[in-house]
């Protein structure tokens, strides 16, 4: 894929992301009162107390909030940013859903998964809605607090307000939906852990690797290291594998030596050879 494609590419999903995040809020989070929090929270809250348009809110709260980060910190506001916050208005203005169901749980559950996957997907397009991750920056700016705690805390306190405005439940509700929804934007940008890295410290690591190499058909890479209580030099295989083929490997090590010592991760996203592709191309 050329750069201009992926360019074009990056505003489509970012275009498909947030109409999926409007769905998920207009479908889910308004009728039953509920939110992860950010901005699209306050416009809930806003709404149902001074009868305020949802996208009337996001834009009135967002595009100044990135023109003062523009002003106060210089740089350009990335064009991808601007579209995402605009488009996301648009789609909530334009997006008319019945509620889809009144079960509140059921509400935090797909509305988080939505709005999770269509915040991911503009994410994974390198844009952003705007939102709480700017007031972080303000906070960290002026303040200790991290930008990971400043967006904790603006969250915290968008969600209390619906415990304070609303009820304690739909507060409680509100928090399955940000756990939710925060897991959906995880899974969209780093992948389903489809992959597993294997570290493996052995006596036999040459016959290992070798076998890995002839059986497997998978790259493997050798590391020297020093183990501290013995002092002798030992090397690290690493080794990236399928899920399919875990037991295959453990087999296949404890075949050529039952006293390997082998450390098995999770691997979210694995590009390569053997793998996925590189995103661009050329």
């Known amino acids: 894929m050329t750069k201009k494609r992926r360019v074009v590419w990056d505003y489509i999903q970012i275009s498909i992301g947030t109409v999926i995040t409007a769905v998920g809020i207009n479908g889910f989070y308004v009728p ?50 601007v579209y995402g916050t605009l488009m996301l208005s648009l789609a909530v203005a334009l997006i ?13 559950v797909y509305g988080g998964v939505l709005s999770g996957v269509g ?13 709480t991750d700017v007031v972080a920056r303000f906070l960290s700016h002026w303040s200790p607090v991290s930008m990971g ?13 619906f415990g304070f405005v609303f009820n304690p439940t739909l507060a409680m509700f509100s928090l399955i939906a940000l756990f939710i929804s925060s897991r959906a934007i995880d899974v ?8 597993r890295a294997f570290t493996i410290v ?13 059986t497997m058909n ?13 002092g002798e030099q030992r090397p690290i295989l690493y080794v990236v594998v399928t899920r399919s083929e875990v037991t295959t490997l453990k087999d296949l090590i404890y075949e050529v030596d039952r006293e390997a010592f082998v450390v098995v991760g999770t691997v979210h996203e694995v590009v390569g050879e053997g793998f996925r592709k590189p995103p661009m191309e050329g």
């Open 32 to 81: 039953n009162r509920i939110s992860d929090g950010g901005v699209s929270g306050l416009g809930i809250i806003l709404f149902y107390v001074a009868h305020v348009p949802l996208w009337v809110t996001l834009l009135l709260v967002n595009l100044p909030l990135l023109w003062l980060s523009h002003k106060l910190w210089g740089g350009r506001v990335g064009s991808r940013t």
């Open 96 to 108: 008319h859903l019945h509620a889809l169901t009144h079960n509140v749980l059921l509400a935090a």
């Open 119 to 131: 915040l991911g997907l503009v994410f994974r397009s390198r844009g952003t809605t705007g939102g």
């Open 149 to 161: 705690q400043g967006m904790m805390l603006i969250d915290f306190f968008i969600i209390a307000g």
């Open 188 to 195: 969209v940008q780093e992948g389903v852990s489809y992959a």
């Open 202 to 214: 052995s006596a036999k690591a040459d016959v290992v690797a070798q076998k890995i190499l002839d």
């Open 218 to 230: 998978r790259g493997v890479t050798r590391m020297g290291a020093t183990g501290e209580y013995t």
